[in-house]
């Protein structure tokens, strides 16, 4: 099911476990979208072709259908998959309630890692990132190793 298509008392997320995914991963990588979906509710989201009303849209679904828990899954580096994980965060401080989920990022097509709520939230505040990245000059090297984006960007630098 589509996550912006889903009506949010639809009686099949009632107290389930949901698995919001970008709907990408089923090609980017089959295999893990198979173990993934097993014995979840799946909602795809679609960030390019969708709005942001996302926010308010899980908070309803939360809302309506008590979910046992959420997981997201989406790409690392994308900007439009994050999103989803900052709607999911949003989500709970509207609703002023505890929500049970977890985050992962499917790094290059093939590591899945867990992301802490926390270092979502650190994603939205960009001075606070360019502070820990001035400090930290490896963690540009970290980027480097996956970003097409910077890649690009340091070597233009470069021909200046």
């Known amino acids: 099911m589509k996550l912006m298509e889903t009506w949010v008392k ?6 389930k476990h ?9 090609y980017v990588n089959p295999k893990l979208w198979r173990a993934l979906t097993k014995g979840k509710t ?13 926010y308010g849209k899980i908070a309803s ?5 008590s979910p046992k828990s959420i997981t997201v899954v989406t790409i690392d580096g994308s900007p439009h998959c994050f999103q989803l994980h900052a709607a999911v965060n949003e989500a709970e401080y ?8 977890e985050h992962y990022v499917l790094v290059d097509g093939k590591k899945l890692v867990k992301i802490d709520p926390n270092t979502i939230r650190l994603a939205r505040y960009l001075s606070v990132l360019d502070k820990f990245a001035g400090s930290n000059k490896g963690i540009l090297e970290e980027i480097e190793k996956h970003s097409l984006e910077y890649q690009r960007a340091k070597s233009l630098s470069l021909k200046k």
């Open 61 to 65: 679904m939360i809302r309506s259908s």
């Open 94 to 101: 509207i609703l002023g309630e505890k929500v049970e989920r």
């Open 18 to 26: 949901l698995l919001i995914v970008s709907e990408c991963l089923q």
């Open 10 to 15: 639809t009686p099949c997320l009632k107290g």
């Open 42 to 54: 799946v909602l795809t989201y679609f960030p390019e072709n969708e709005c942001s009303a996302s």
